[in-house]
C-alpha cells in the first residue's frame, strides 16, 4: 500500500470516527413533547406545596443534630470533611415512593464500579419523618447494604432520624418540600438525591427515581474537585457538562470536537512522523 493511499485511508477513518461521535450525542437528545402531550391539567392541590427547588451552592448547616441507626446523637458534619456526600431524604414507612428511590440509588451506586461508599463518598438517608425510629433506620440499612455488598460500605452509607425542628432545616437548605396529607395519612413530597461538596454545600441534584451511574459518577468527581477519578474522567468532565434542569450530564459539542481535533491532529502527527521515519531509512539504505 503506497503512502498516499495510507493517508486517505486513515483520514476517512478519522472522519468516520467523529461522524459517529456526532450520531451518538444527538442520539442521546431527550425527544420534544408536542404542547399538551403527556401532560394533565389538573392535579391534587397538595402537590403545590411539595416538590424540589434547587439551592445550588447553599451551605448545609453542619451542626444540625441527628439520631443514627445505632440510637447514638451525631451531629452532620462529622460525615463532611475529606469526600462527597450523597443525601437522599426519605421516610422509612413510606408505602411506595421512598422504596423506589432507594432501589434506583442502590442500582446506580452498584452501577459505579471504580468509587465505593466509605471509601470514596459518604451517603446520607435521612428521615423526614420524625416519628421514625433508629430501629427502623437500622431496618433500612440492613436492607439496602446487603443488595450494595461493598466492602467498607456500612461505615460509609448512614440513616439517620430526628427532630422536626432539625430535619426542617436541613431539608429547607436543600430546597426539598413536603407536606403530611391527613386523608391519605401519608407524606407528599418529591423524589430525588442531592449531591453535596465535601464542605457541605449543594452541588448537584438527580430528580425522580432513575438514576444514571455515569452522572453520579461524573458528579462524585466534580464536586470533589479532582480528589477522585483520573486524568481521563478530566478529559470527560471537559467534554459533558452537568445540566442543573434535567439533573443530568449531557454533551458539550464544541468541546467535544475540539477534543476530537485535537486527537485528529495528535494522530495525524505521529503518523506523518512515522512515515518520514520510515522514507528517511529507506533513502539511507538506498545509497
Not at 394533565?40 to 451552592?57: F, H, W, Y
Not at 433506620?137 to 460500605?153: D, E, I, Q, T, V
Request: glycine content about 8%; proline content about 5%; charged content about 20%.
Amino acid at each position: 500500500m503506497t503512502t498516499s493511499s495510507t493517508t486517505r485511508k486513515l483520514l476517512s477513518t478519522c472522519v468516520f470516527v467523529l461522524a459517529c461521535a456526532g450520531l451518538s450525542l444527538f442520539a442521546q437528545a431527550p425527544p420534544k413533547l408536542q404542547p399538551g402531550e403527556g401532560v394533565s391539567n389538573t392535579k391534587p392541590a397538595i402537590l403545590d406545596q411539595v416538590g424540589i427547588e434547587q439551592r445550588l451552592n447553599q451551605q448545609v448547616p453542619l451542626d444540625l443534630m441527628f439520631v443514627d441507626e445505632t440510637g447514638q446523637p451525631v451531629e452532620l458534619r462529622q460525615y463532611f470533611g475529606s469526600k462527597p456526600v450523597i443525601l437522599a431524604l426519605v421516610y422509612f414507612q413510606c408505602p411506595m415512593l421512598c422504596s423506589e428511590v432507594q432501589n434506583h440509588l442502590v442500582g446506580a451506586l452498584n452501577g459505579i464500579v471504580r468509587f465505593n461508599a466509605g471509601r470514596d463518598f459518604n451517603v446520607i438517608t435521612v428521615s423526614f419523618d420524625p416519628r421514625d425510629t433508629p430501629k427502623d433506620a437500622a431496618a433500612n440499612k440492613k436492607s439496602y447494604l446487603s443488595r450494595y455488598r461493598r466492602a467498607g460500605a456500612e461505615q460509609g452509607w448512614h440513616f439517620l432520624t430526628g427532630r422536626k425542628d432539625q430535619i426542617d432545616a436541613l431539608a429547607g437548605a436543600v430546597g426539598f418540600r413536603y407536606k403530611w396529607d391527613q386523608e391519605s395519612r401519608q407524606f407528599a413530597h418529591g423524589s430525588g438525591i442531592m449531591l453535596l461538596t465535601p464542605d457541605g454545600r449543594v452541588a448537584q441534584y438527580y430528580y425522580g427515581i432513575e438514576y444514571f451511574p455515569r452522572d453520579i459518577q461524573m458528579g462524585l468527581i466534580e464536586a470533589s474537585q479532582g480528589k477522585i477519578g483520573n486524568v481521563v474522567d478530566q478529559v470527560l468532565l471537559y467534554c459533558y457538562h452537568y445540566d442543573p434542569a434535567q439533573g443530568r450530564y449531557g454533551a458539550v459539542i464544541f468541546n467535544i470536537l475540539r477534543v476530537s481535533a485535537l486527537a485528529t491532529l495528535l494522530l495525524l502527527g505521529g503518523f506523518m512522523l512515522v512515515m518520514f521515519r520510515r522514507d528517511m531509512l529507506a533513502a539511507k539504505h538506498s545509497h
